[in-house]
Each structure stands twice: as structure tokens, then as C-alpha cells.
């Protein structure tokens, strides 16, 4: 099965002594859910609007579905883009928005009606067709955006961080219906945060991007449980990460395993046992998080983050305590 | 201190509607030559402008001239407004202040200017140099207006539009243009009246049998120092009230400006 998205060598220039992308390879099969994360600018909506068709890549090709769009301009790419803004058309009300492609594409207005209903009805939003976007919620607007860019049905949706203007809780459900909507339409998407766990929620697989360069690809297991670099660690939630020098953690041996030839280690707050073990360090921070409490130590390795059940006893602020760092816990890096 | 600044507010209304209080009713004159307080009342000097051959005609080449030459403006401003803003062409500061200039330096100079060095040596008709001539005077307003509403339409919202499939054309015309409307309304209403109001380079570039309103109104009272202009004084002034009040209730303006 030949791939349904190639981006071969892209190296995408805003001008700058530097590209923004360099020699990008990456490529995804239909039905996918690809995530693009990482902190801002890395890269990755340069890289979503170069497939967009709103940027001109410096060198490198774009094929969708076996042809080579690389020059093809974005209006003819069939490829839909979420904006973070939503950009909804302020003049228009949310069913004319919603039928602003098929009305483009001369479909004929008995065929528009009933396809903006339809995507209207699968995103909640029948009752609100007849409104304009500034009367409506953040939530409703992302909506109407995802509806507009799925109702041409494009054989690629490109969103840009479409849930971060929104709250904590409308965030969750936003997020649960888009998995829904990738489920039942089986639309090819290129998600792109900086939300590690939106990431790791949504994506068949996730390709973690830095200054410009694809740091690590691969399933959100992948990603979370074995990232391949110090940078993807800490990006994941591994808050202690150690540079190794020849397999040797600075000052102190890792007691007792074979680190190889890794560049780094990491463990997880969850992952330092508190309370026994070979190191000292001093509270200097605690965080009560609900079922835990996660604690900041002040160590000869430097600073420590630990989590404790919040149900255990208590530990002090300026208390010292000893603490393991476990293999079992551990995880090598490969790169810094 | 409430005392004094309801003071100074009647005062300056006073000063505000004060002069054309006073023209209305001097137009209103049943006497001979322009005065105020006016001998007597009567409707006879406003019947007399319709009556005046020359205002007639005058009036209809100010309004065709104020029409055209702001509609003109708008077609050359507004894709320099479009262009200054989205393309952010190199020097476009310095662009921005050639295309105010016309704004700052004195009408009677741009008028002159316009006459040696454009008008004469060309041979150019006097309804053509007029037409060029206040054209120019209104480009800089129709940049200026339909810029500031330009900043407040975010350029991804065009971009949306070509993401579902418009051309940059379209999306100019479906997106840009509708969501600019007001902004385009008020810098026609800006444009119509300074041009229909101008005086300093209509002087120069009228001639022998086409002329302004303006410039007819002022010849005539050279000559003539009955109520008359001033009664036209009034009927326009009431003319660019209505034309204000229609496009507030068409189109609410004053959300916009």
C-alpha cells in the first residue's frame, strides 16, 4: 500500500539565516490520525501550511494520494484547514459559512441544504444555522469551523491547535468528538499542538518535531513510555532527566544497571520512590495534586520532582528525605 | 464645575450650529440683499436657486463630479489600501505618506500644480482635469478609511476561504469586500462630500461655462448680494444631512466610524 501523504526532503524558509523546516520526511496512510507536537517554533504549522498550500516550500515535494502537489495552489488541493482562530467569515451566518465551499463548488442548493444540515446535525449545532458567528461560544465557533472544512469533504484535514482558545472542560469534549467524527467519517488528519496530552489522546501516531526536524515518530506508547532523546522525555513528562557521560551520571553511578552507550536518563515523578534509598535531598516545594502530592527536593544531582499518595504522611517543607531512583523505572535516552 | 461645563458644551454647540442657523434663515429672507437678522420672511429666494440657470447646471456637474470622482478614488484606493496592508510592500510607510500628501499640502498648490504642469501642456478638457483633479484629492481618504477597517479583518479568514476553494480573487470579493462594506460606505460619504464641498483646485481647473457649485456660488455672489446663496446654502446643507441620516438608518454607520 503506497503512502497517502509523502513529504520527501521539505525544507520549508521564511527568510531567515536558518530554515524552519529542513529536510523533512515524513508520510501517513489514509485513515490516519497523525499528530504534529511540539513547543512553538519547531516548526510544525510552518510545516502544516506548506502541505496546506498557504507556504511555498524551499525545496522538497508534497504528494497526496499518488500526485505530486507540491505546486498545485491551496484552493485546488482539496485539503481543509482548522484555523486555531477558527477564522469563521463574520458577514455570513453559520449555515451560509458552513456552505461557503459547496456554494464555491456549484453544487446545487437543494444538495447544499441537505449536506450543511447533516454536518450541522453531527455537530450538534441544527438550532444555531440561522445565527452569526459572533453571537456564538468558542466551542460553538470550532464547531462551525470543523463542520465548513469537513462538509467539502477534503480528502486531507489539517488542524491547527483547534482546541487551545478553549477551557479546560470544553476542551475534553471537543476532544472526544473529534475522535468521533475521525471514527465515523474516516477523514485523513494532521492534528497539529503543542499538548502533549491531546497528543496522546487523539493520534494513531504522533511525530514529535524540533527546531524544524523530526525528533521522534511513532505510536503515543511509543512516544510516552520510550522516547528517544532527552527532549522528547521532558516534553513527555519525564521531569527528571540526566545527561549521561559515558554511560556515567554526573558525580554519582546510576547504583547498579547497565546504562550502554545512552545519552541520558529519565524517570517519571511517579517513578521515584520516596522515603528509602541511596540519595538525600531537601523538600523545598510540594504541590498538593489531589491523589498525590508531588514534591520538589533539593538534591547533590539537582532538583528532584517526586509524587506521593496524598493519603501517606505528609512530608515538611526544609525536611530532608532519601529517595531511589529504581531501574525499573527508568528510561534510557538514546540522543540529548 | 457641572455649571461651567454645561456652559462650554452650549457654547460650543452654539458656535457648531450657530452659522448655519443663521444661513438657513437669511435664505429665508424676504428682502433684497443678504442680511441678519432678515426683513421679513418668505420662500421666494429659495424658489429663485431653482430659477438660476447657471446653479442648476453647476449643481448636477458637482454631483456628477462628486459620484465619479469618489467612486474613482475608491477603485484606486481601496487595492492600495488591500495591498499597503497584506503585502506590507517594501517602503510601504513611505508609500502610505506620498499617498497622504495630497491631504497636507494646500489645495490651492495642488490645483495650481495641476493646471501648469498637467492641464495646459496637455490640452486636458476642463470636466477631465476636474475629475483628475479631485480624484486625487480623494485617494488618500478612501486609503486611509478602508485601511482602518482592513486591520480589523484578520488575513486568516481569507485564507479559510481559499482553503475552501476559493481563488484569491474570490475570497477578495466574497470575504474581503462584504466584511469592508462600511468602511467603503464611510469613505464614500467622506469623498462625495469634500469633493462636492471643494473649492481651491476646482478654482483653477473650472472654465469659461463648466463650474462647480462652489465656484458658481462664488461668482455669483460677486456680483449678486441677494439671500439666494444663502437659501442654497441651506438646501445643501439639509442635502448632506439627509444623505448622512440615510446611511446611518441603511447601514448604521456610526458603529463603523
Redesign the interface.
Known amino acids: 500500500m503506497s503512502d497517502f501523504l509523502k513529504l520527501e526532503k521539505l525544507t520549508l524558509n521564511y527568510g531567515g539565516p536558518t530554515p524552519a523546516v529542513e529536510n523533512l520526511d515524513f508520510s501517513m496512510q489514509a485513515s490516519e490520525l497523525v499528530a504534529l507536537l511540539g513547543p512553538s517554533g519547531c516548526g510544525k504549522t510552518t510545516t502544516m501550511r506548506a502541505i496546506a498550500g498557504l507556504m511555498k516550500p524551499a525545496s522538497g515535494t508534497i504528494m497526496l494520494d499518488n500526485r505530486d502537489i507540491t505546486r498545485v495552489p491551496a484552493n485546488k488541493r482539496g485539503v481543509g484547514l482548522v484555523f486555531q482562530s477558527y477564522a469563521l467569515f463574520p458577514h455570513l451566518s453559520v449555515f451560509e459559512n458552513v456552505a461557503f465551499g459547496l456554494r464555491l463548488a456549484r453544487v446545487s442548493s437543494a444538495d447544499i441544504k441537505r449536506r450543511v444540515d447533516a454536518v450541522l446535525a453531527s455537530v450538534g449545532l441544527s438550532h444555531l444555522a440561522d445565527r452569526q458567528p459572533r453571537e456564538l461560544s468558542g466551542g460553538q465557533q470550532q464547531r462551525v469551523a470543523l463542520a465548513r472544512s469537513i462538509v467539502v469533504e477534503p480528502k486531507l484535514l489539517l488542524l491547527d491547535e483547534p482546541l487551545s482558545n478553549l477551557d479546560a472542560r470544553l476542551r475534553l469534549e471537543m476532544r472526544s468528538e473529534l475522535s468521533r467524527l475521525q471514527d465515523e467519517l474516516g477523514i485523513t488528519m494532521i492534528y497539529v499542538t503543542h499538548d502533549q496530552a491531546e497528543a496522546l489522546a487523539l493520534a494513531d501516531r504522533i511525530i514529535v518535531m524540533r527546531e524544524g526536524r523530526i525528533e521522534q515518530s511513532g505510536t503515543p506508547e511509543d512516544i510516552y513510555e520510550r522516547p528517544v532523546s532527552i527532549f522528547v522525555a521532558n516534553f513527555m513528562g519525564f521531569e527528571n532527566c540526566f545527561e549521561l557521560t559515558g554511560g556515567k551520571l554526573k558525580g554519582i553511578a546510576p547504583a547498579g544497571f547497565e546504562t550502554g552507550s545512552a545519552a541520558g536518563i529519565a524517570w517519571r515523578p511517579h517513578a521515584v520512590l520516596l522515603g528509602q534509598g541511596a540519595h538525600k535531598g531537601t523538600v523545598v516545594g510540594a504541590s498538593y495534586l489531589g491523589q498525590v502530592v508531588e514534591y520538589l527536593l533539593s538534591t547533590p544531582l539537582g532538583d528532584i520532582k517526586a509524587e506521593a499518595l496524598a493519603s501517606a504522611p505528609r512530608h515538611g517543607m526544609g525536611e530532608e528525605i532519601a529517595f531511589d531512583l529504581p531501574q525499573a523505572g527508568a528510561v534510557l535516552l538514546a540522543r540529548r | 464645575m457641572r455649571f461651567a461645563g454645561n456652559t462650554l458644551l452650549t457654547l460650543v454647540l452654539i458656535f457648531l450650529i450657530g452659522p448655519f442657523v443663521i444661513i438657513c434663515i437669511a435664505g429665508l429672507s424676504g428682502g433684497e440683499t443678504l442680511a441678519f437678522p432678515p426683513q421679513g420672511l418668505s420662500l421666494r429666494w429659495v424658489q429663485r436657486v431653482f430659477e438660476i440657470e447657471s446653479f442648476r447646471s453647476a449643481f448636477w456637474l458637482s454631483i456628477s463630479l462628486a459620484i465619479g470622482s469618489t467612486l474613482l478614488a475608491l477603485i484606486l484606493g481601496i487595492p492600495a489600501a488591500y495591498a499597503l496592508d497584506r503585502y506590507n510592500p517594501p517602503m510601504a510607510e513611505t508609500i502610505r505618506n506620498i499617498v497622504t500628501a495630497p491631504i497636507i499640502v494646500p489645495g490651492i498648490i495642488v490645483g495650481l500644480a495641476l493646471l501648469r504642469h498637467l492641464v495646459v501642456p496637455l490640452g486636458i478638457p476642463i470636466t477631465l482635469a476636474l475629475i483628475i483633479g479631485h480624484t486625487a484629492l480623494l485617494v488618500p481618504y478612501a486609503v486611509r478609511v478602508v485601511s482602518a477597517s482592513l486591520i480589523n479583518?484578520?488575513t486568516?479568514?481569507e485564507?479559510?476561504?481559499?482553503?475552501?476553494?476559493?481563488?484569491r480573487l474570490?475570497s477578495f470579493f466574497?470575504?474581503v469586500l462584504?466584511?469592508i462594506?462600511s468602511g467603503i460606505l464611510a469613505a464614500f460619504i467622506i469623498g462625495f462630500i469634500t469633493s462636492f464641498n471643494q473649492v481651491p483646485i476646482s478654482l483653477f481647473l473650472t472654465g469659461p461655462g463648466i463650474t462647480t457649485l462652489p465656484i458658481g456660488m462664488m461668482f455669483y455672489m460677486e456680483f449678486n448680494f441677494d439671500p439666494s446663496v444663502a437659501a442654497l446654502s441651506g438646501l445643501l446643507a439639509i442635502m448632506s444631512l439627509a444623505i448622512v441620516m440615510l446611511a446611518e438608518k441603511l447601514l448604521g454607520l456610526s458603529r463603523y466610524v
Do not use: F, H, S, Y
Open positions: 479583518l484578520r486568516d479568514v485564507e479559510a476561504a481559499v482553503m475552501l476553494g476559493a481563488t474570490q466574497k470575504v462584504p466584511n462594506r
